[in-house]
């Protein structure tokens, strides 16, 4: 259903389309869903690391925000950003729209962002000046913008994923999804992968993104790796797939390990970010690094029917009730709203 015309919009401003990487489908999402207060649109200001048409996009995306009726106080400009150069390119379209009036709403994402924080504070404070809303994923986040960004208010605001009404049967597979690379733990699960045996043969472990540093290596057995995958067909692998792995050693909210929990798989992953809270008794936490405790995880659930179904199922229940779209929703409707004048809003 179509929003009415006159309602509040709200223009996105960062990855998004059919591209990978977490920020990007946490944008998609937000532009498939249905509003009620406000009405969305988007413009891809990049296509992520590497981008050479950056610049273009870019410039593209400032004729986009010029484009809203400058001073209507009826537009919101929500900046997606993460760390390194989208602080100078979404910051700078950042306060474009501030200047021209509308109401500004910065979407923190990223594993990297306290790290380069601390590195540059000083070309953080810039880009967070123009915000009236910060929207941050991870405590750690949520306290350096609190000192960085003293007249914005910063909320922590969770990732959210669209949970299926059903899950096909599952197979013998287990996932990885993500950047392959040391960053994700690639290195950790391939090492882990080699010491179980006794599984190959039996079981298949997926590794699927975009090479980050680790080359496809035909040579380990029981193993596929497709490289990088529409999201489509990564929703299709998590949905096959019992067993979800993530050994990484740096996130903030990980939409796969949301994703996987709400397609009904067991989920293996890393002390790092707000995983713990995401994951809670519904899954398997190891240490980053941790090769005999991957190991372990790996062999008690590819053993144990029972344990694998008893996580699967309490994952999924955990994401309906703490991370469903539904519920996410007027979370945001009210936080972007917030960047309105007084009266402005409907």
Excluded at 231 to 253: D, F, K, Q, T, Y
Excluded at 283 to 292: A, E, Q, S
């Amino acid at each position: 259903m179509t929003p009415p015309a006159d309602l509040p919009r709200v223009l996105h401003v960062g990855p998004q389309g059919n591209i990978a990487g977490g920020m990007a489908q946490v944008v998609n999402a937000y532009l498939s869903w249905t509003y009620t207060r406000v009405r969305l649109d988007g413009t891809r200001s990049t296509k992520g690391k590497g981008d050479r048409l950056a610049l273009f996009r870019s410039t593209r995306s400032a004729g986009s925000i010029a484009a809203l009726r400058a001073g209507s106080q009826r537009s919101v400009v929500a900046v997606h950003m993460s760390q390194g150069g989208s602080f100078l390119r979404e910051g700078g379209l950042a306060r474009l729209a501030h200047l021209l009036g509308h109401g500004v709403a910065i979407h923190l994402h990223g594993s990297g962002f306290a790290d380069f924080a601390h590195r540059h504070p000083s070309v953080v404070r810039r880009a967070l000046a123009p915000a009236d809303v910060v929207l941050v994923l991870t405590q750690e986040s949520e306290r350096i913008c609190r000192e960085l960004a003293p007249g914005a208010s910063v909320v922590r605001v969770p990732n959210a994923v669209t949970v299926p009404a059903d899950v096909p049967a599952k197979k013998r597979t287990i996932v990885f999804g993500g950047a392959v690379g040391h960053r994700k733990g690639v290195d950790v699960l391939l090492e882990a992968w080699n010491a179980l045996s006794e599984l190959h043969g039996t079981w298949t472990l997926v590794i699927a993104g975009p090479p980050d540093g680790i080359a496809a290596d035909s040579s380990v057995p029981s193993t596929r790796w497709p490289g990088t995958v529409p999201h489509e067909e990564m929703m299709m692998l998590l949905n096959e797939a019992s067993i979800a792995v993530l050994p990484s050693r740096g996130e903030a909210m990980p939409m796969f390990v949301l994703e996987a929990m709400a397609r009904r798989c067991a989920v293996i992953a890393t002390d790092v970010g707000q995983v713990r809270e995401v994951v809670g008794e519904a899954g398997m936490i190891t240490d980053p690094g941790d090769v005999p405790g991957l190991t372990d995880a790996l062999r008690e659930l590819t053993r144990s029917d029972e344990r694998r179904a008893q996580l699967a199922d309490a994952a999924r229940e955990r994401i309906q009730r703490r991370h469903d779209r539904e519920i996410l929703v007027p979370v945001l409707e009210d936080h972007w709203l917030s960047t309105l004048k007084k009266g402005s809003e409907v």
